[in-house]
């Protein structure tokens, strides 16, 4: 069973770890979204380097890549009757995938839009739950990062809390919103001194 479980999991982070925000960017000819705002390949990076409708492109295919992740780990390749952790650690392993991409030196995105997409994946109440926090905060404030952060936090609270979500869930919550915060740390840093990005901002704001 381990080996079937490593085998799951390693599938989980190799789909998660392809840098769709990178891969846009530099075909459409607009450059390495790593060299603007946070540095890193996810979808608000792609925005701000290719424009709106790659910026769209890749928070889409970075959901579908976390969630083929979770549905070809459990689906597919876990055995039946595996344990609470093991469906715990598919949850979290497309996101890893997509966070530190062996791919690029094992860095890469903040992991927001690859946790929705597993969490819409593995248990849609979760995904939903996430994404009306989010949009409370991001859409006034126009700061992506304090959407992403109380998101996090309310998905894995929910997790631990809603009735009849699969086995191993609340854990595997629990860490995503570790891994989100831990990204975020830079961003976390410059909300509590009111200094955070915010799209459509100026370019003054956004070099910060």
């Known amino acids: 069973m381990i080996g079937r479980v490593a085998l799951a999991l390693a599938a989980g982070f190799l789909l998660g770890s392809i840098p769709f925000g990178l891969l846009l960017s530099l075909l459409s000819g607009r ?3 790593r060299r603007v705002g946070s540095g890193n390949i996810g979808a608000t990076n792609t ?10 492109l890749t928070l889409l295919l970075d959901m579908a890549k976390a ?15 595996a344990p609470a952790w093991a469906l715990g650690a598919a ?10 991409t062996p791919w690029l030196g094992f860095r890469g995105g903040k992991g927001v839009a690859s946790t929705l ?3 819409l994946a593995a248990d849609p109440r979760l995904a939903g739950i996430a994404l009306a926090v989010f949009l409370v905060l991001a859409v006034p404030t126009r700061i992506v990062s304090l959407g992403s952060l109380a998101a996090s936090l309310a998905a894995a609270i929910a997790g631990l809390l809603l009735p009849g ?6 854990g595997g919550t629990l ?3 570790v891994i989100v915060w831990i990204r975020h740390r830079e961003n976390l840093r410059r909300l509590l001194r ?3 990005r915010r799209i459509g901002g100026s370019r003054r704001e956004d070099a910060r």
């Open 117 to 119: 997409g597993v969490l």
């Open 165 to 170: 979500a699969a086995p191993g869930l609340g």
């Open 175 to 177: 860490v995503l919103a």
């Open 67 to 81: 969630a083929a992740g979770w549905l070809v780990a459990v689906h597919w390749l876990l055995p039946d009757g």
């Open 47 to 56: 925005l701000r380097t290719a424009g709106p409708l790659l910026g769209v």
């Open 31 to 33: 450059g390495d979204p």
């Open 194 to 196: 009111g200094e955070e």
């Open 91 to 100: 949850l979290v392993a497309p996101v890893a995938g997509h966070c530190w």
